[in-house]
Structures are given as structure tokens and as C-alpha cells.
């Protein structure tokens, strides 16, 4: 192009509009874009990304009314353009006639159009529909396919060349394996191998419509269908194909039952170290509980002292017990104004009246277990002698017991005896009690675990009970028992109150035997 033209273009705007004019090297501009194309399709692609770098700057717009630096401006543009409509999806083949259709569009059309246009053009253009994700597309396709596929093979058609790989089979063959997935067969005799599995499957539904499983019921039913569409043969096959199935996948059950076993036995490890943690924290609740009840009581030592001054001038026992349950109710009614009991539960708070009621008696327990003093004693020795006479004597065949046979073998049961010997070193009632219904539980523990199958009732139980009793030989049992009647008495129920009765029972029918 002349320098005459070049003079005309840069003469032509008189005043300065804002509009972008025409660049003088407009013409060469394109041609070296054209020559970038040339080179990128000839394997340069280094020359491209070079002039693309270099054109990669900011329009100076409304600088000097738009000036000589069009073509720059214009070269942003369409760069702008390509890289916004057509990001990551640009066709080779393409490129060419999109830059050049680009230059000379976009170079007509700014002469009408101001700065501001431009940009809020290029702003608010939305997203072309190609940066969506291609991966959408090709599920839709796939799946399409898929569907199309599936339609066009009939289910219910049943190829005899290839059975085992039809859709019939494959679905009989599961909902077979479902069906005989019970923890219990029945058994089914006769009918001929060709009706074995039908005839399973028919009692099984005989069940299951005599227990008014419907869910069952119609699952086996739907099982029978699909299996007449079966010859014999092909209900062999059927057959056949689960065992070896099951073959296949014994060593993966076996697997299983092996993880199952380590998954159990861990369960069982932990629950054990909960058991123990939970009574660890209970014994720790319980001493920490017997600290603070023993600081309670020590700002009330002067009450204590006195309470043990009159209980031992007392000399009628209903006057005793009336001033014991007196002062205990006293001492409760302080403990749950005490501050350091504040945030208690109700547990801990029944634990700590316990603490309380155990130190009282622990004060006055030999008082309280010998009212009469040496009249007491005496009677107890006097007892305790004629045991120790039966003792020498007695087995589990003696006239007055007969223990049966088969309970004899755990004989003479050592662990009652050793928890029935613990009853003297116990100065609450309720402790006394405790220990004697822990002593009937391991008896009938024993005699459960010498029978298997019979529960032991209460004719088994007594004999047992006074042949423990006889063997222990426990001091002081007559003033125990008196002792857990005056204090005790009004609070015994339940199972408790049943096993004290029995070893009251037997205590009367020992001062009986010879």
C-alpha cells in the first residue's frame, strides 16, 4: 500500500469521536497473521504462540482519541474473542478462515462503535455451550446405547443352544439361590430326582402359607414359575450351575466365616474390657463417694458419740431401732443439703446413704448383734458346736437331706461354702443379705451346670443349701439372723427376700438334725 493512502487514513478523522480508526498497518497485520496460520499448519507452532505473546497486551483506549495503535487494539479483540468463544475446543482446520473472517468483520465494524461498547461487549458476553463438560455427553450416548441394546433382546426368550448365558436362566438361578438361602431345609423323600428341587420349593411354600408369610409365599411362588419354564434338563443345569457356583465361592465363604470369627471374638475382647472399665469406674465412684461421706461424718463425730451412748442404754430393742432410723433419717436429710454431694446422680446419691447408714453401723454393730450380751454369745457357741458335730457326720446320702445323685458329683461345693464364710466380716443388714443371695446364686449355678437340660427347683435347692451351711459352720448365725430381722426386716422384697427365707429356713431345720 502507497504512502498517498497511508496519508488519506491518517487525515480522515477531523475531531475525535472515541472511535477506534482504521490502522495503518492493518493489511500487514493480516498478513502476518495468515503467515502464522501458514507456519503452525506446517508444524511451527512455536512462531504462533510468539506473536500471540507479543499482541498480548492491554489497548491503550482513550489515549490520544484512539491514535495509531488501533491495530493492536483490534488484534486484542479478536484474540479475546478466540480464547473466550472458543477456549479449549479450537478445530486445526478452522483457524484459518475464523482469523481472517475476524479481522476484516470486527475491523469495519469498530468504526461505529465507541470504546465503551467494545468493552461492555466483550463483559457480559455469556459462556458458549462448548465449555460445558464433554464427559455429560458421552454418558447420555452410552446410556442411550445401552437402553437400545436392552430392548431389543427379549427377556423371555429362552435360547436352548446357549441356556446357561440367557436372561431367564441367569434370573432363575438367583432367585433359586434365594429362596434355598434358609438357615433350615425341610426334608422332602420320594417324588423322583426330576421333582427334588420342585418339590422342596413346593413344601417350602407349604410352610410359608401355614405361618402367613406372604412375602415368602410369593417368592417361592415366583421361583416355581420361573422354574416351568424348564425341561429336566434344564433344571439340571440349573442345579448343576449352583453347586458349582458354591464351589467357586467356598473359599470366599470360608474367608468370610473366618472374618466373622476374628470380628466376633474382638467383640467379645472388647466388651469385656468395657465390663471392666464400667466396674473399674463404679468401684472408683464408690470410693470416692465413702470419702466424702467420710468427711461428712467427721463434722458430725460429737452426734455419732452420742448415738452410741444412748443405743447402748437402751435396753428394748424396738427403742433401739427407733433411735437408729431416726438418726439415719437425720443424717439423709443433711447429705442432700451437703455441697460436695451437689452434682451427684440419684445412683451416687443412693450409694453415698449407704456409705452413711454402713459407717453408722459399723459403730454400733456389736451392740446392735448382741442385744443380751453374753446370753447372745452363748446361744451362738451352743449352735455352732452342734454343727461342727454334723459336720463330722453328715453326706449327701444322710437320712435328713438326701441330695439327689445326680447333683452329688459337685460335691461338697467349695465356692458357696468360701462366699458363705464372708458372712461375719458384713455389718450392714443389707450386706448380710447381699452375701446370702450371692451364696444361692452359685448353688443353683452349680446344679444348673450338673443338668443340662432340668431346672433345679426349691427340693433340690434346700438340701444343698443346709449340706453348705453344715461344711461352713459361719459364727454367730442365730444373732445374724436376729440382727438382719430388727434392722432389716421392713426393706427385704423380691429375690432377696426369697433366698433370706430359705436360709432361714435352713438354719431352723439344722438346730433339728442329729
Not at 423323600?189 to 408369610?213: I, S, T, Y
Not at 461338697?412 to 443371695?437: G, M, N, T, Y
Not at 423380691?494 to 431345720?509: H, L, P, R, S
Request: net charge negative.
Amino acid at each position: 500500500m502507497g504512502g498517498g493512502t497511508a496519508a488519506a487514513v491518517v487525515a480522515a478523522p477531523a475531531a475525535s469521536t472515541g472511535a477506534i480508526p482504521k490502522s495503518i498497518s492493518f493489511d500487514k497485520t493480516a498478513d502476518k497473521e495468515e503467515e502464522s496460520l501458514g507456519d503452525m499448519k506446517h508444524g511451527s507452532g512455536r512462531s504462533f504462540f510468539k506473536n500471540l505473546n507479543k499482541n498480548w497486551k492491554l489497548p491503550k483506549i482513550g489515549r490520544r482519541g484512539g491514535g495509531a495503535r488501533g491495530s493492536k487494539g483490534d488484534d486484542y479483540h479478536r484474540s479475546a474473542d478466540r480464547l473466550t468463544n472458543d477456549a479449549f475446543n479450537i478445530p486445526e482446520h478452522a483457524e484459518g478462515p475464523v482469523l481472517r473472517r475476524a479481522s476484516s468483520d470486527d475491523t469495519a465494524a469498530s468504526a461505529g462503535e465507541t470504546s465503551d461498547d467494545i468493552l461492555a461487549k466483550y463483559r457480559k458476553k455469556p459462556l458458549a455451550a462448548e465449555d460445558k463438560v464433554d464427559g455429560i455427553a458421552d454418558m447420555e450416548v452410552e446410556e442411550s446405547r445401552r437402553e437400545q441394546e436392552e430392548q431389543e433382546v427379549p427377556l423371555h426368550e429362552l435360547d436352548r443352544d446357549n441356556l446357561e448365558v440367557s436372561f431367564v436362566f441367569q434370573d432363575a438361578r438367583r432367585k433359586l439361590r434365594l429362596v434355598l438361602s434358609e438357615v433350615e431345609l425341610p426334608v422332602v423323600q420320594g417324588g423322583g430326582e426330576d421333582r427334588e428341587v420342585v418339590g422342596l420349593l413346593e413344601v417350602m411354600l407349604a410352610q410359608a402359607l401355614n405361618q402367613q408369610d406372604r412375602n415368602a409365599a410369593a417368592q417361592l411362588r415366583e421361583t416355581l414359575r420361573c422354574l416351568s419354564l424348564f425341561d429336566q434338563e434344564g433344571c439340571y443345569k440349573l442345579v448343576r450351575s449352583l453347586l458349582e457356583e458354591y464351589r467357586r465361592r467356598s473359599p470366599y465363604i470360608a474367608y468370610l466365616v473366618r472374618s466373622r470369627q476374628g470380628l466376633l471374638s474382638s467383640l467379645a475382647t472388647l466388651e469385656k474390657v468395657a465390663l471392666r472399665l464400667e466396674n473399674e469406674q463404679r468401684m472408683s465412684s464408690k470410693f470416692l463417694i465413702t470419702v466424702c461421706v467420710r468427711l461428712f461424718l467427721e463434722r458430725r463425730e460429737d452426734e455419732l458419740q452420742q448415738l452410741k451412748v444412748q443405743f447402748s442404754s437402751t435396753n428394748v430393742m424396738d427403742e433401739k431401732i427407733e433411735l437408729v432410723v431416726q438418726f439415719l433419717n437425720r443424717l439423709w436429710e443433711a447429705l442432700e443439703q451437703e455441697p460436695m454431694l451437689a452434682a451427684t446422680s440419684e445412683d451416687q446419691r443412693q450409694e453415698a446413704r449407704k456409705a452413711v447408714e454402713r459407717a453408722i453401723f459399723s459403730e454400733i454393730y456389736m451392740a446392735a448383734l448382741y442385744p443380751n450380751t453374753e446370753a447372745d454369745v452363748s446361744r451362738d457357741l451352743v449352735l455352732q458346736q452342734h454343727i461342727g458335730r454334723l459336720s463330722a457326720v453328715v453326706s449327701p446320702n444322710h437320712r435328713d437331706l438326701k441330695i439327689p445323685r445326680r447333683y452329688q458329683y459337685e460335691c461338697p461345693w467349695p465356692a458357696a461354702q468360701a462366699e458363705l464364710r464372708r458372712l461375719a466380716a458384713f455389718k450392714l443388714p443389707a450386706d448380710k443379705v447381699h452375701c446370702i443371695s450371692r451364696v444361692s446364686a452359685i448353688i443353683m449355678n452349680l446344679l444348673s451346670l450338673a443338668q443340662d437340660k432340668a431346672v433345679p427347683a426349691a427340693d433340690d435347692f434346700v438340701p444343698v443349701l443346709v449340706y453348705v451351711i453344715i461344711k461352713a459352720n459361719p459364727p454367730s448365725l442365730l444373732s445374724t439372723v436376729q440382727f438382719v430381722d430388727n434392722f432389716y426386716r421392713d426393706r427385704l422384697c423380691g429375690e432377696e427376700c426369697y433366698w433370706w427365707m430359705q436360709f432361714v429356713g435352713a438354719v431352723e431345720f439344722i438346730k433339728t438334725m442329729e
